[in-house]
């Protein structure tokens, strides 16, 4: 298994353009989430899904949006890239409906000029 | 949402056992502890989970109070490996959502 799976690794993007942050998991599981960390921050809830077709958001989404088309990949896209998303972002998958550990990517360094 | 509330940082000393706190006073009886660490430049990883009784694993022990208000992750001989950003959490049946606070940062003294 390779787990959870995460591309780039790095992006650097101007202000006002956008981008889409790759997530995907090959452990079946249907509970997907995306979350931010700010340096010296903790982690911070963007969007989550609980399976295919089904999305919701969490503490912080505003200027991103989330599909889930496949139980395999859930996507991050920003519609219009700002400093202030210049962040890590780490996608996490897990089994739902219960209290299962979740498994997170390497992450994504973005950088927003 | 429940919150919960741990020290910023911790020190210990290494091969000797590390007690990390959390307060979880507003937890549903329904909810599991989670802990996870991250160590650095890494994405977080799980530790344990438990919901009343003490958890054992092979990376660490999980001690939940009796009210379940609180509980201690127990790292039984730190290691300089350990020094990591300890996170505690909830989840249960109906409540997915997985938010994390600040944590505590363990530094291991050598």
């Known amino acids: 298994n390779a787990g959870v799976t995460q591309t780039p690794k790095f992006q650097v993007l101007k202000t006002g353009q956008s981008m889409t942050l790759q997530c995907a998991q090959d452990m079946n599981h249907e509970y997907m989430s995306w979350y931010r960390q700010d340096p010296g921050m903790g982690l911070r809830l963007i969007h989550y899904?609980?399976?295919?077709?089904?999305?919701d958001q969490g503490e912080v989404p505003n200027g991103y949006n989330v599909s889930r088309s496949t139980t395999e990949d859930f996507p991050l896209r920003l519609l219009s890239a700002a400093p202030s998303q210049t962040s890590v972002y780490f996608c996490a998958s897990s089994f739902s409906q219960g209290p299962y550990e979740q498994y997170f990517g390497p992450g994504t360094r973005l950088t927003v000029t | 949402d429940a919150k919960t509330t741990q020290p910023n940082s911790m020190e210990s000393n290494e091969e000797e056992p590390v007690h990390l706190p959390c307060n979880h006073s507003?937890?549903?009886?329904?909810?599991?502890i989670h802990w996870y660490r991250q160590l650095p430049s890494q994405g977080p990883e799980y530790v344990i989970h438990?919901?009343?009784s003490n958890v054992n694993n092979r990376m660490a022990s999980l001690a939940i109070a009796e009210d379940r208000k609180s509980s201690t992750l127990i790292l039984h001989r730190a290691t300089l490996r350990d020094a990591a950003v300890y996170y505690c959490t909830r989840r249960g049946f109906g409540n997915e959502k997985l938010t994390f606070g600040t944590g505590t940062r363990l530094t291991i003294i050598p």
């Open positions: 438990g919901l009343t």
């Open positions: 507003t937890i549903s009886g329904t909810d599991y």
């Open positions: 899904s609980v399976g295919a077709g089904i999305t």
